[in-house]
């Protein structure tokens, strides 16, 4: 079983650089030489998409409904000759509303990325590198939307990877590979319900057998292990942009082998100065979030009904995007 998880590992990243890390022959838009800019480039973005869905008289059904994503980015990228520092705020906030239905969210993202690289030598394209991730919420999550017993809470969970290893890029901005033989993966639960539960992978609460809680439940997790990440953004069409991020990473000590998997790709279609369509898609899986619990009443242990599985989310969306840069340029400049 070890060695299929293994094998699964490898062929998971070999397929993610054959997918995304295509030679610049491949590409189908004509690269422009241009110089290469030292000191800070920053970005700044805003947008809105929306979907909406009405019958009236319509003879085969449906439910009205309406959604909408709110998201933010702001990117800021340090060069010099031997050295550079990228990184990113990504902001995602969603709701949907149906006809007798309470209102939910379907999209709620905090993340933060930085990376910083020390060049090895001046004829080669390896990096000395280290990374920062942190992934968490805005609000509540429920399984359904008229849950009233949160699942999910900021910071519950909270992801935190931090590493030093080694990365590879010709132009590290738009394609790279990382590779950190020691990667700290630290999960917060600061939830003290969600933490006693044992939610994501933390340990459980201890109760004698009246109920009382002995040991209350662990709100941090800690593992180390090997992680690999492959990122890649190309605009492949005219107006037309692929950002792929892949993580693969796997514990040392509690479970070697088993491979949590973290790949968002997104194709951003640019319609014209302001409009833009975004198609997303989302795998994650994590051996640490099981589907399905059952607590044993006498020794408080938790048995597993149904296992991790595969999770998968799919975005489609149309709405304004707004380049916060440019607008502050234009009103600075008379």
Not at 30 to 35: E, G, L
Not at 86 to 96: D, E, F, Q
Not at 266 to 283: E, P, W
Request: proline share 3%; glycine share 6%; aromatic share 12%.
């Amino acid at each position: 079983m070890q060695s299929c998880r293994l094998h699964l590992f490898a062929v998971l990243l070999a397929f993610s650089s054959v997918v995304v890390a295509q030679p610049d022959s491949l590409f189908f838009v004509k690269k422009k030489t241009k110089d290469i800019k030292l000191g800070w480039v920053t970005k700044k973005e805003v947008g809105l998409y929306l979907n909406q869905v009405s019958f009236t008289n319509w003879n085969a059904g449906g439910t009205n409904s309406i959604s909408a994503i709110l998201s933010g980015k702001a990117t800021a990228r340090y060069k010099q000759e031997k050295l550079f520092w990228n990184s990113t705020l990504n902001l995602r906030y969603g709701l949907n509303k149906q006809d007798n239905q309470p209102l939910f969210k379907t999209e709620d993202v905090i993340e933060v990325i930085s990376n910083f690289g020390i060049e090895k030598n001046p004829t080669s394209n390896w990096f000395y590198s280290a990374r920062f991730n942190l992934n968490t919420q805005f609000a509540n999550g429920f399984s359904n939307p008229d849950g009233s017993d949160p699942i999910s809470k900021f910071l519950a969970p909270g992801y935190v990877f931090m590493g030093m290893g080694m990365e590879y890029g010709r132009h590290i901005e738009r394609l790279s590979f990382y590779a950190s033989p020691f990667t700290l993966k630290t999960t917060f639960v600061l939830d003290s319900e969600l933490a006693n539960k044992g939610a994501f992978g933390v340990d459980p609460a201890i109760y004698d057998l009246e109920g009382n809680i002995i040991k209350a439940g662990r709100k941090v997790r800690q593992e180390l292990g090997i992680l690999l990440t492959n990122q890649f953004e190309e605009d492949v069409f005219e107006n037309i942009k692929v950002n792929s991020l892949l993580r693969l990473y796997t514990d040392y000590i509690n479970s070697f082998g088993n491979v949590d998997l973290d790949w968002e790709l997104n194709i951003d279609m640019k319609v014209n100065r302001y409009v833009q369509a975004t198609l997303g898609s989302h795998l994650r899986y994590d051996n640490d979030i099981k589907v399905e619990l059952q607590t044993n009443e006498i020794t408080n242990e938790e048995v597993v009904i149904k296992g991790a599985k595969l999770q998968w989310k799919q975005i489609l969306g149309v709405g304004v995007v707004i380049d916060l840069d440019n607008i502050i340029k234009a009103s600075t400049n008379p």
